[in-house]
């Protein structure tokens, strides 16, 4: 499994966590690279479907990720909703 693979598995169980199945997670690699390695707009595309704001949602999605040890030095929220 490569690390956008489990990076996209952790992101799919922490939205399952807080009630919503994930769709389809998309991550990209930030046109800014001081935004990090990778960004998803998850928490966007489950706001309405959760009925919270994004940012919100982001912040609860970060701490229910369960992931290797090293995989990701650090998540963080941008813009309106974005996880770097």
Known sequence: ???????????????????APAPDVVLERPRDPT????AT???????????EK???IAERLIAGLELPPGLVR????????FIN
Request: without cysteine; hydrophobic residues 50%.
């Open 1 to 19: 499994m490569t690390a956008h693979d489990t990076i996209r598995a952790a992101l799919i169980q922490a939205a399952a966590r807080l009630g």
């Open 41 to 51: 707009n998850l928490a966007l595309t489950l706001a309405k479907k959760l009925g």
């Open 74 to 81: 650090k998540a963080e929220i941008a813009g309106p909703g």
């Open 35 to 38: 935004h990090g390695d990778l």
């Open 54 to 56: 994004p940012r919100a």
